[in-house]
């Protein structure tokens, strides 16, 4: 009876949250016939524009997860899902990060456009896009850096340290430097 009358008023509550979110993630699966987005939503409206515990963003995310420039990230609204999760870093202030429909990203991932110039450390290099593909696994404390293309279907081990492109796919890559551990 509670889910029923919730279901009802959701709707409500998405046009409320228009105020604050950008409409074209407030779909999608965890929004169409789930309670979970708009959960979601109301608990980074509560602690992102109220109490400030982070900056805003145009899509419901955790105070923990960071991003540089929401601009300069492409996803699914079906994958808000990895915006939930604590400690996640989307560095791209220098260049895009486009991450596949599908992919799950653990706790504490990092996704680097741009690293520090080596000469000047007060200077970043220039960006270089990241592109993640559908359906791929980015495991706990892996890190991802400048200019890396991860094919369709790739799993990054945990802990790992992806320095080159794996554009073909199909693979679980692991170690740092990260390479491939097996073909799936």
Known sequence: MMKTLLRR???VFIVLLRLFFDERYLCGKYFVG??????????????RNVLRLAPPLPWP????????????????????????????????????????RGTYIGPNVGIITANHDIYDLAA???????????????????????GVVLGAR??????????QSFPEGGVVIGGVPAKVLKVI
């Not at 929401?70 to 915006?83: E, G």
């Not at 980015?138 to 991802?144: R, Y």
């Open 9 to 11: 008023i959701a709707p």
């Open 34 to 47: 789930s309670l979970v987005g708009c959960r979601w939503a109301l608990k980074a409206l509560w602690v």
């Open 61 to 100: 995310a955790t105070h923990s997860c960071h991003v540089s420039n929401p601009r300069n990230i492409i996803f699914h609204p079906d994958d808000l899902n990895n915006f939930q999760s604590p400690g996640t870093y989307f560095q791209n202030f220098k260049a895009v990060i486009t991450l596949g």
């Open 124 to 146: 970043h290099t220039n960006g270089q896009d990241v592109t993640v593909g559908e359906g791929c696994w980015l495991g706990m404390n892996s890190v991802i850096l400048p």
């Open 154 to 163: 790739t799993i990054v081990a945990a802990g790992a340290v992806v320095t």
